[in-house]
């Protein structure tokens, strides 16, 4: 029997209450060395919904599974109709004032990096240079034959040549660029083959119940070794692929700061989470710091 990847996550009753006060993140941020962890949830304000907040697409819609995909033609055939659709909504996206916050962090030397679960790129785009895509990104293709890896946009333009016409109504949009779509709307939608091989062609991203790349574990672990604090902002935290990093650094005596509206399974390791909109957060501790946001001189 295949088993499902863990994709919720209930808190216990006992779980100690979230704060509004923003004075432990900046205090960590004024010491500088803060590694950055960041989920779903500093992606909502660009118009990317999370998986477990409020309206999280969870709650609609179950992400595709590396087994599906691997194992189905039809899965295929479903998964790169809704995420055609949905990378052209995705490609619009910009980053908000909590990715801009971030990036004005690393501008003045508080961080020592960032790790984001998020394939969306909006950190990048924000202006932060040292992040890690731990679940990879949605603007690459990789062959899991040959493993030649590509432009999204190159495949993009392939399948549109593919499918002219194909312009169907989603329902809605999901963090990984998914769109919901029915199996009426995807119809007889055409997948395209490797250009090198023939092979299969996959978005590099870590689908869900897809391992991590062991490399890039190792790599996250020697990241928050060599940090003062870690500061999560947006991730619930649910799945192992973040939680550990949180563990981690608790079991080392570093501080563990999560900014995150709703409860997270890293509370109880954690010196505080603030229970407040990521983008204002952010934005009143660079204030705060005294810290220029998007180019401006803060107040």
């Known amino acids: ?63 595709m599974t590396y087994q599906d995909f691997t194992a189905s033609a039809q899965a295929r055939r479903r998964y790169w109709a809704r995420s055609h659709l949905g990378w052209r909504t995705f490609g619009r996206a910009r980053p908000n004032a909590g990715h801009r916050a971030v990036a004005a962090f690393g501008r003045y030397d508080l961080l020592s990096e960032v790790i984001t679960q998020n394939v969306d790129g909006l950190h990048q785009a924000a202006g932060s240079e040292d992040v890690v895509e731990l679940h990879g990104s949605l603007a690459r293709v990789v062959c899991l034959a040959c493993g030649a890896f590509s432009p999204r946009r190159e495949l993009a333009r392939r399948l549109e040549e593919a499918n002219p016409g194909f312009d169907p109504v989603a329902a809605g949009i999901n963090p990984d660029g998914d769109a919901d779509l029915t199996d009426a709307q ?98 009143t501790v660079a204030e705060r710091l005294g810290i220029a946001v998007d180019g401006q001189a803060a107040a």
């Open 1 to 63: 029997m295949r088993m499902r990847p863990t994709l919720s996550w209930t808190p216990p009753e006992d779980l100690p209450p979230g704060t509004t006060d923003l004075e432990p993140v900046a205090d960590a941020l004024s010491t500088g060395g803060v590694l950055v962890l960041s989920g779903a949830g500093i992606s909502t304000e660009s118009g990317i919904p999370d998986y477990r907040g409020e309206g999280g697409s969870l709650s609609r819609h179950t992400p």
């Open 186 to 283: 995807v119809g007889d939608f055409r997948v395209v083959p490797c250009t090198s091989c023939g092979g299969i062609l996959k978005p590099d991203v870590v689908f869900f119940g897809e391992a991590v790349p062991p490399r890039r574990v190792e790599h996250c672990r020697e990241l928050v070794r060599e940090s003062a604090s870690l500061l999560v902002l947006g991730s619930s935290l649910t799945v192992m692929s973040g939680l550990r990093f949180v563990r981690q650094a608790a079991e080392a005596g570093k501080p563990v700061l999560i900014v995150n509206r709703e409860p997270t399974r890293g509370d109880r390791h954690a010196f505080t989470r603030v229970s407040l909109p990521l983008g204002a957060a952010l934005t």
